[in-house]
């Protein structure tokens, strides 16, 4: 069940969402322009940071009477705090190109049915992971390839520019951030996903405890098949939208943005999608099932069904007028 103020057009609607992506467009020129300032200062901090190690340098070899060279350099190095660095979380999530992900091959890699259940238990219960759709689970967990590390070894580095993503099947290793534990993971844990899902250096170190048993999956295998779910559900959601007869006269352009930015939500029979008086921010075109429109005029009156709406229909269309 659910209450709509219907009213707009489909004119009203397509003017509503050129505006939003214009606004949207005009939002992704500021923060490209706000990236090339940051990257400019950045510059400017290594220059001056080159600057000072050699005035460093210089005054230090000066003062040093017996204790060698390399000495003193090590001395200096570690009494100078790290600058950490920044972790850049990258708009640009891949190098790969949309348009070939359907050619690109995909290994997977045979594992026991314990193995298979480990990793997906692993995945859907790491909270970066848990959302992926099932599918993406099967075929990420089909994709992981063995390997193992001895007791002892760093497994990732901090800092590092990552590109595998691990889970444990065997074994204990220890997590670490500028050399200080952070904790402790054993078997059916993921680490290693910061770097790959945003893009950044590795946020800790982790070192193998014991011998230890991993799966991995490189970072262009797990963004082919990031991708490749993405742009078959934009194709459904493309499919979809041409098949409602209101929106056959949109460009495609303007399907394909609308696809883009569409979501799956699911409501129980009864349920209510929207409440009267309440702020609407959302756009709803229903794929399946049928949802009623009702209205009370009055505190003291029931609620009156104004209509009721099927697949390819919409409602909530003033959350995108504004
Ligand atoms: N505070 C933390 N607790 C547990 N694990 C962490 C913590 N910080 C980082 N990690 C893990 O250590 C990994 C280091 O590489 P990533 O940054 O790719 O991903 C990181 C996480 O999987």
């Given at each position: 069940m659910a209450v709509s103020k219907s009213g707009g057009t489909l004119r009203d609607l397509q003017l509503a969402l050129q505006l939003k992506i214009e606004e949207l467009r005009q939002r992704d020129a500021l923060i490209d322009e706000l990236e090339l300032e940051?990257?400019?200062k950045d510059d400017l901090i290594r220059q001056l940071q080159v600057e000072l190690d050699k005035h460093r340098g210089a005054s230090q070899r000066e003062d040093t009477t017996s204790a060698g060279e390399s000495e003193v350099q090590t001395q200096a190095a570690?009494?100078?705090?790290?600058?950490?660095?920044?972790?850049?979380?990258s708009a640009e999530p891949t190098a790969l190109d949309p348009s070939q992900l359907t050619d690109v091959p995909l290994t997977s890699y045979c594992k026991s049915k314990e193995s298979c259940e480990l990793i997906q238990r692993a995945l859907m219960n790491n909270d970066y992971m848990k959302h992926l759709e099932d599918r993406q689970i099967l075929t990420i967990v089909d994709c992981m390839y063995p390997t193992s590390v001895a007791k002892g070894c760093c497994v990732i580095q901090e800092g590092d520019v990552g590109s595998t993503v691990y889970v444990l099947e065997e074994g204990t290793v220890e997590v670490t951030k500028q050399g200080k534990k952070v904790c402790t993971m054993g078997p059916g844990k993921v680490f290693g996903e910061l770097a790959v899902l945003y893009n950044c250096t590795r946020t800790a170190s982790v070192t193998a405890l014991t011998d230890i048993k991993l799966w991995g999956i490189d970072r262009h295998g797990f963004q082919t098949i990031m991708m490749r779910t993405g742009l078959i559900k934009h194709s459904q959601y493309t499919d979809f939208l041409r098949s409602i007869p209101s929106f056959q006269s949109l460009t495609e352009d303007v399907v394909s943005k609308v696809a883009d930015v569409l979501e799956e939500t699911f409501y129980r029979?009864?349920?209510?999608i929207i409440r009267q008086g309440a702020t609407g921010d959302t756009f709803f075109i229903i794929s399946e099932g049928q949802v009623k429109v009702s209205q009370q005029l009055s505190a003291s009156e029931e609620e009156v069904t104004e209509k009721t709406l099927c697949k390819g229909n919409w409602f909530g269309e003033q959350a995108l007028i504004g």
């Amino acid at each position: 069940m659910a209450v709509s103020k219907s009213g707009g057009t489909l004119r009203d609607l397509q003017l509503a969402l050129q505006l939003k992506i214009e606004e949207l467009r005009q939002r992704d020129a500021l923060i490209d322009e706000l990236e090339l300032e940051l990257d400019a200062k950045d510059d400017l901090i290594r220059q001056l940071q080159v600057e000072l190690d050699k005035h460093r340098g210089a005054s230090q070899r000066e003062d040093t009477t017996s204790a060698g060279e390399s000495e003193v350099q090590t001395q200096a190095a570690s009494a100078e705090p790290q600058r950490t660095k920044r972790q850049a979380i990258s708009a640009e999530p891949t190098a790969l190109d949309p348009s070939q992900l359907t050619d690109v091959p995909l290994t997977s890699y045979c594992k026991s049915k314990e193995s298979c259940e480990l990793i997906q238990r692993a995945l859907m219960n790491n909270d970066y992971m848990k959302h992926l759709e099932d599918r993406q689970i099967l075929t990420i967990v089909d994709c992981m390839y063995p390997t193992s590390v001895a007791k002892g070894c760093c497994v990732i580095q901090e800092g590092d520019v990552g590109s595998t993503v691990y889970v444990l099947e065997e074994g204990t290793v220890e997590v670490t951030k500028q050399g200080k534990k952070v904790c402790t993971m054993g078997p059916g844990k993921v680490f290693g996903e910061l770097a790959v899902l945003y893009n950044c250096t590795r946020t800790a170190s982790v070192t193998a405890l014991t011998d230890i048993k991993l799966w991995g999956i490189d970072r262009h295998g797990f963004q082919t098949i990031m991708m490749r779910t993405g742009l078959i559900k934009h194709s459904q959601y493309t499919d979809f939208l041409r098949s409602i007869p209101s929106f056959q006269s949109l460009t495609e352009d303007v399907v394909s943005k609308v696809a883009d930015v569409l979501e799956e939500t699911f409501y129980r029979d009864g349920e209510y999608i929207i409440r009267q008086g309440a702020t609407g921010d959302t756009f709803f075109i229903i794929s399946e099932g049928q949802v009623k429109v009702s209205q009370q005029l009055s505190a003291s009156e029931e609620e009156v069904t104004e209509k009721t709406l099927c697949k390819g229909n919409w409602f909530g269309e003033q959350a995108l007028i504004g």
